[in-house]
C-alpha cells in the first residue's frame, strides 16, 4: 500500500479499503472526571466507544513474560483499556504495526476488524478491560497469521 494512503491525523490511523477510509486502531485520552474523593472515566457506547457494546471481558493474573492475543478477528471491534498496571499491545494490519503502551486508566485504545492484536509485558497488577462490538463468536476468530495475510490483502 502506498504511503499517502496512510494519514496520520491526531494519533489517528486510518486505512483506504473499499474506496473508502476506515479507522484501523486510535489511541485516546479519555477524560478523568474526579473531585476530591479521587478519580472516574466514563465509557458510553456510540460516544467514546464508536460501536454498540455487545460483550466486556477483562484479563488479569496473566503470567509473566506470556503474550496473549495473537489473533484478529472478522468482524469485532474493540476498545483495550488496562483499569490497573501496565501491558504492551502491538497491533498490525498486514502492512504496518503500531506498538502501545496502555499504562494508565483513562488511556482507550480502539481495535478495528482485521487487525492483529497482541498483549505483552503485562505487570503483576495488571487488569485489561475489553468492550466488544459482537457476542463471542470463535468463528469470528483468525488464529492463524498466514490466513490472516491472505484476508487483508483480499486474496484467500
Ligand atoms: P482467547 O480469546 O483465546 O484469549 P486471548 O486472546 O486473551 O489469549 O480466549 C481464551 C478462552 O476464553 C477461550 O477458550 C475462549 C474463551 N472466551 C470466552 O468464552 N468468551 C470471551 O468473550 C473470550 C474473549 C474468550
Same mark, same amino acid.
Given at each position: 500500500?502506498?504511503?499517502?494512503?496512510?494519514?496520520?491525523?491526531?494519533?489517528?490511523?486510518?486505512?483506504?479499503?473499499?474506496?473508502?477510509?476506515?479507522?484501523?486502531?486510535?489511541?485516546? %485520552?479519555?477524560?478523568? /472526571? !474526579?473531585?476530591?474523593?479521587?478519580? $472516574? &472515566?466514563?465509557?458510553?457506547?456510540?460516544?467514546?466507544? *464508536?460501536?454498540?457494546?455487545?460483550?466486556?471481558?477483562?484479563?488479569?493474573?496473566?503470567?509473566?513474560?506470556?503474550?496473549?492475543?495473537?489473533?484478529?478477528?472478522?468482524?469485532?471491534?474493540?476498545?483495550?483499556?488496562?483499569?490497573?498496571?501496565?501491558?504492551?499491545?502491538?497491533?498490525?494490519?498486514?502492512?504496518?504495526?503500531?506498538?502501545?503502551?496502555? %499504562?494508565?486508566?483513562? /488511556? !482507550?485504545?480502539?481495535?478495528?476488524? $482485521? &487487525?492483529?492484536?497482541?498483549?505483552?509485558?503485562?505487570? *503483576?497488577?495488571?487488569?485489561?478491560?475489553?468492550?466488544?462490538?459482537?457476542?463471542?463468536?470463535?468463528?469470528?476468530?483468525?488464529?492463524?497469521?498466514?490466513?490472516?495475510?491472505?484476508?487483508?490483502?483480499?486474496?484467500?
Amino acid at each position: 500500500m502506498a504511503d499517502k494512503d496512510f494519514d496520520d491525523r491526531d494519533n489517528q490511523y486510518y486505512r483506504v479499503a473499499y474506496g473508502k477510509i476506515c479507522m484501523i486502531s486510535k489511541i485516546d %485520552n479519555l477524560t478523568v /472526571l !474526579g473531585d476530591d474523593r479521587g478519580r $472516574l &472515566v466514563a465509557l458510553e457506547e456510540n460516544r467514546q466507544i *464508536s460501536f454498540d457494546i455487545k460483550r466486556v471481558f477483562y484479563i488479569y493474573s496473566t503470567i509473566k513474560d506470556i503474550s496473549r492475543g495473537n489473533h484478529s478477528h472478522y468482524n469485532t471491534r474493540q476498545y483495550l483499556i488496562v483499569v490497573s498496571g501496565s501491558c504492551k499491545v502491538t497491533l498490525d494490519d498486514g502492512k504496518q504495526k503500531e506498538t502501545y503502551e496502555l %499504562n494508565k486508566p483513562n /488511556l !482507550g485504545l480502539f481495535q478495528d476488524a $482485521l &487487525v492483529w492484536g497482541t498483549m505483552y509485558d503485562f505487570s *503483576s497488577d495488571c487488569v485489561l478491560m475489553v468492550l466488544a462490538s459482537e457476542h463471542y463468536d470463535e468463528c469470528d476468530y483468525i488464529r492463524d497469521y498466514d490466513e490472516f495475510l491472505k484476508e487483508v490483502n483480499n486474496d484467500s
